[in-house]
């Protein structure tokens, strides 16, 4: 049987957020969505992930925080959307950035 990856998307904005969804459940993946870092985490203790997209800037916990918490217990790839192409702290906590807003049909994303 076909593993099926799972994906959390982590962003304040509904729209992108239901906009990434789309486009990852169109492409064969499970998703599960979160406002902020504090949702985040919660998903994490409930589901397995194979790979999450945070959005850098969010209320209550930003993205940079979550990372941080996730790195210490959780080994899979992020993806952050920072709309501060200078700023240099999601260049070294992520496996890779994209500018935010996102453009999903620009999403790379591992084959499955």
């Known amino acids: 049987m076909k593993e099926i ?9 509904e729209q992108i957020r239901d906009g990434i969804e789309i486009y990852l459940k169109s492409q064969g993946y499970e998703v599960s969505k979160a406002a902020d870092g504090i949702e985040g985490l919660a998903v994490l203790k409930e589901k397995e992930v194979h790979l999450a997209i945070i959005d850098v800037m969010m209320p209550r916990m930003d993205g940079i925080h979550m990372v941080m918490r996730l790195r210490k217990e959780y080994d899979f790839p992020v993806i952050m959307l920072s709309a501060k192409s ?7 906590m992520a496996d890779a950035i994209l ?11 591992p084959p499955h």
């Open 5 to 13: 990856y799972h994906v959390l998307v982590v962003e304040d904005d």
């Open 86 to 92: 200078e700023d240099i702290i999601p260049f070294i």
């Open 99 to 109: 500018p935010h807003p996102i453009k999903p049909i620009i999403l790379p994303l």
